[in-house]
């Protein structure tokens, strides 16, 4: 079983930047892939970024590319999301999510098999 806890949501202005953070509980987290997404009240959770487990290839979802950078440090069981230029529609609960599998294969929700509690992230205009 591995346990993920986020940390680093909060309020920010447009324009504004955060860095995510999510812990990894285990002694095999520079195997799994990890993921970032997010779910905005009324809506369905969505892929935002991801990672692979050993050389670390990233994938990032159309509306984050260019503002987003997802990075692991396998040492510290850590992956973050380093989020610039944010904007009002960022708005949401992110979570953290991880793979028994070293690729990321799938950018749904269901491809995932570890999920933390959440951090919300606000942005005012």
């Known amino acids: 079983q591995v346990q993920l806890v986020e940390s680093g949501g909060g309020l920010v202005q447009a324009g504004g930047s955060l860095r995510l953070s999510c812990a990894a509980s285990?002694?095999?987290?520079?195997?799994?892939?990890m993921a970032w997404f997010r779910q905005a009240p009324g809506k369905e959770r969505e892929f935002v970024a991801a990672?692979?487990?050993?050389?670390?290839?990233?994938y990032y979802a159309d509306f984050v590319k260019g503002r987003s950078t997802i990075s692991r440090d396998n040492a510290k069981n850590t992956v973050f999301l380093q989020m610039n230029s944010l904007k009002p529609e960022d708005t949401a609960v992110y979570y953290c999510?991880?793979?028994?599998?070293?690729?990321?294969?799938?950018?749904?929700?269901?491809?995932?098999?570890?999920w933390g509690q959440g951090t919300q992230v606000t942005v005012s205009s």
């Open positions: 999510a991880a793979r028994k599998f070293i690729l990321v294969e799938g950018t749904t929700p269901g491809a995932y098999d570890y």
């Open positions: 285990g002694r095999t987290f520079g195997t799994y892939a």
């Open positions: 990672i692979s487990g050993g050389v670390g290839n990233t």
